[in-house]
């Protein structure tokens, strides 16, 4: 009996810790001051020659898509890209996510482009799985659909963990 409470503690305190890990929240400040909140990059897609890596970021009144390509174009070239995104999510769905910005950080080591997710389709994006992003990235290879294999569900976990906290605050 003893072994079976033990095991069920055991098993209640990993559960939490997943719960909590689950909502990890970063946050940096930009370089107009602004906060940005954000989770580490999820891998949607992956092969051996590139892969691209997808998160929620937002400042708390916008969200954002947020992809980072490997490979990616030198900034010269990757600065030029103002296509916009549009992501097939398991709706049957299509969604156009505009243009929002380009960055290069960590000393060009990483480049991310920032999507915005309009208000009318949060809440699209919170309860269906991503599927498919048509992606026009000039002068890269990320210029065709990219069907999503790997953490589908990232973006609404992410997104569920931002919107939790938000009403969080506005219940204090």
């Known amino acids: 009996m003893k072994k079976i409470s033990f095991a069920i503690l ?7 810790w997943t719960a909590f890990a689950q909502c990890d929240i970063k946050n940096r400040v930009q370089a107009d001051g602004s906060m940005m909140y954000y989770f580490e990059p999820a ?13 929620i970021v937002t400042d708390k009144e916008h969200y954002f898509v947020s992809l980072q390509p490997t490979p990616f174009p030198p900034k010269q070239i990757g600065k030029k890209i103002k296509d916009d995104l549009v ?8 969604y156009k996510l505009k243009h ?3 960055q290069y950080r960590k000393n ?8 915005l997710i309009d208000e009318k389709d949060i809440d699209a994006f919170s309860k269906f799985q991503a599927v498919l992003a048509e ?5 890269t290879e990320f210029v065709r659909d990219y069907t999503f294999k ?6 609404i976990e992410q997104l569920k963990c931002f919107l939790k906290d938000e009403k969080e605050e506005t219940d204090k």
Do not use: E
């Open 108 to 115: 060009d080591s990483i480049m991310q482009v920032l999507y």
């Open 135 to 139: 992606i026009n990235m000039k002068g």
């Open 87 to 94: 992501i097939h999510l398991d709706d049957n769905k299509a």
């Open 150 to 155: 790997l953490h589908k569900d990232a973006i």
């Open 100 to 102: 929002y910005d380009t």
């Open 43 to 55: 891998v949607f897609y992956s092969t051996k020659s590139k892969s691209l890596k997808i998160n």
């Open 10 to 16: 055991i098993f209640a305190i990993f559960s939490s």
